[in-house]
């Protein structure tokens, strides 16, 4: 029996872009990967555990995510692939990066993420997980106005999934944003169009 189990006080717990950015600058290299990967796709850590060099579309600056989650609730039974856009930025780093690291288990990776929020001091640091970082991604991309039809397009979900379960995105003042255009680069245009 587990005797420090945490039960978390916030589901829909993200990061602030100056959580992030402050979080990114404590990080060592590889931990950046990981951080980047996450917060610049919007992926579940097992759909880019498993992205490969040959899922790198060089053309077009998309990744094929070949291993999805399984919506049983949805009647399938093998994952269903699907090609997400990303930055430029973001694409030429993953690009030239892929072979040089890994994208950390689950476990390890929430372990990542709690160590570097308690250094820098966040609140209910605890909380956080990979699936944060898919959190963190959709209300940012909310709050720099992408519909919510192509958003859960782009995270594998369905729109009433991501209605009930991310935040509000009036919450962020305009230095916020500029963070996250910053983080995100062109990625919020490319999802407009």
């Not at 980047?36 to 759909?47: F, M, P």
């Not at 001091?121 to 709050?143: C, P, Q, V």
């Not at 962020?172 to 999802?191: C, G, S, V």
Request: one cysteine or more; a positive charge; glycine letters at 4%.
């Amino acid at each position: 029996m587990r005797t420090n189990y945490h039960s978390k006080k916030d589901k829909k717990k993200f990061l602030y872009p100056n959580e992030f950015q402050k979080i990114l600058d404590v990080a060592n290299e590889k931990q950046k990967y990981n951080l980047l990967c996450l917060i610049n796709t919007g992926a579940r850590i097992n759909e880019m555990r498993n992205v490969i060099a040959q899922d790198l579309d060089n053309v077009r600056n998309n990744i094929l995510l070949r291993v999805t989650k399984v919506r049983s609730k949805l009647g399938e039974k093998i994952p269903d692939p699907r090609t997400i856009a990303v930055s430029t930025k973001f694409f030429n780093y993953l690009k030239k990066n892929i072979n040089n690291y890994k994208i950390y288990s689950t476990n390890n990776y929430k372990l990542m993420l709690k160590e570097l929020s308690n250094k820098i001091g966040i609140k209910d640091y605890e909380d956080f997980s990979s699936h944060n970082m898919r959190k963190t991604f959709g209300t940012w991309m909310l709050a720099l106005g992408i519909d919510g039809f192509k958003l859960a397009q782009h995270l594998g979900h369905d729109p009433e999934t991501l209605r009930r379960s991310y935040a509000s995105p009036d919450i962020f003042n305009a230095n916020d944003k500029d963070i996250m255009r910053e983080i995100l680069n062109d990625l919020p245009a490319r999802l407009r169009n």
